[in-house]
């Protein structure tokens, strides 16, 4: 794409987290560096359970996913856990290339899947107390909006959170919660509270993302990340002053339109508003 002059008086801002979720709805991994590809960030949502049906699985129907602690170094998914359900054998699996593939559904869109065997369906099974498998994504999915491609997230590659917005909202709740409540891929500071939703082309270190569309959040963000325990906050906050046409909306979905290596404490420049 050919990337538009910065004008002087717009944010600049530094890139403070890398989070990359490799099985869908387990806990996200921090890194230091990561490749931004077209799904986004490497090996982000590669992996997800599913009904017999293909129906995906999420904190939304089994909070207990929260406690799931996956990695996967390309070859290897190990899945461990922790909080009330510590103390479980952590799952090692040699991922399937070429297993056989599967229909499944993210939401009402069709995707494909491979499947991941016998073992780590009954895994997976086990400690939800639900008859699920497990997939790996295969194929080509694009976004609904803005010509970009995704694994198995919701619906866009990636996920922006100032840390702003985040302080935003903490000050206005009785007891503060992390950023990991919103699952973002990238966290970055200096461009003001909700000033993601004022951007629309963002220079994180080498690469440029496109911001979007808005991300209207869910109950998973009511739900502990460390004791799988869900509450009422932060929805009933966010309501009062974040609810934008039908949803309550934190955090910017966003598209790569360049590719490159990203590294916490990349200088965040936004060459283009909204």
Known sequence: MTVPARGDDLPRGVLTE??????????????????????????????MLVTPEGRFLSQRDF???????????????????????????????????????????????????????????????????????????????????AGGRVAFADGYPLLVISAESLADLNARLAEPLPMNRFRPNLVI??????????????????????????????????TDQDTGERGREPLRTLAAYRTIGRGIRFGQNAVPRTLGTLTVGDPVEVLEAR
């Open 189 to 222: 500071e200096g461009l003001g509270a909700f000033g993601e939703d004022a951007a629309r082309l963002l220079r994180v270190g080498p690469t440029v993302i496109e911001l979007v569309k808005a991300c209207a959040r869910c109950v998973i963000t009511t």
């Open 18 to 47: 890398l989070n990359v979720y490799p099985f869908k709805s387990g806990r996200g991994t921090s890194l230091r560096t990561a490749e931004l590809t077209p799904t986004g960030l490497t090996h982000d949502r590669e992996f």
């Open 63 to 145: 909070t207990r996913m929260a406690l799931l602690r996956p990695s996967f170094d390309g070859a290897v998914l190990t899945v461990d856990v922790a909080g009330p359900a510590a103390g479980v054998t952590p799952l090692v699996h040699k991922a399937v290339a070429d297993g056989p593939v599967r229909e499944v559904f993210v939401h009402r869109s069709a995707c494909e899947g491979i499947d991941q065997g016998d073992e780590a369906a009954a895994w997976f099974s086990a400690l939800l107390g639900a008859d699920c498998r497990l997939v790996r994504f295969t194929g080509h999915r694009p976004t609904s909006r």
